[in-house]
C-alpha cells in the first residue's frame, strides 16, 4: 500500500449545494504528488481473503477480525509423553495421550527438546514412526528395538 503524498496537507474545496442554506460538498484540493492506495474493501480485506481464513464475508469481518483469524491458524505444540511400560512387545505399538488433538488434525511428532542423550538415543534405534491417531492420541510404532525408557514428546498440530 501507498500513503496519499500532498502538496497541500488537509486542503479542501466548500461548494454550496443548491438550494441549500450553509449546506456545502466537499472535496479534495490537496494537489496530491502521490495518490495512495485507496482505502476500501478491495484493498483492506477482500472476500476471497476472508474465506480463506475461515470468516463468512456476510458478517462484514474486519481487518482486525482477519489477523486474529490468521493468528489462530498458527501451528502450536502440544506436550506429551511415550510411556514405556505401555510399548506392546508383540505389536511394538504405542498408545500416547496427546489432550487437544484431534483425528483429523496434521501434525508433526518427535522428541522434545527435553529429552536427554538417553532418551535421543532411545527414539532413534526404535525408529519410531506414527501409526495411527484418533481423538486425544496417536498410536506410535517401534521398527526395532522397543524404548526401555520414558520419552518426552512434542506434537506440533499444524494449521
Known sequence: MKDRVPTHPGRVQLIPVPGSENLYDMNRADEPIEAGTPLNKATLLRDETAVALGLNPDSDPTVDDAFQAAAAKKSRPIEASVLAAR???????NTVSVTGLKATDNFYVGHSDTATAGQRQAWREGQIFV?????????????EAIPAVDIPLVVIVLP
Not at 510399548?87 to 505399538?93: A, E, Y
Not at 501409526?131 to 521398527?143: E, F, K, R, T, Y
Request: no cysteine; charged share 15%; glycine share 4%.
Open 87 to 93: 510399548w506392546d512387545s508383540v505389536t511394538h505399538q
Open 131 to 143: 501409526a495411527g491417531q484418533a481423538n486425544d492420541s496417536i498410536v506410535l510404532q517401534a521398527d
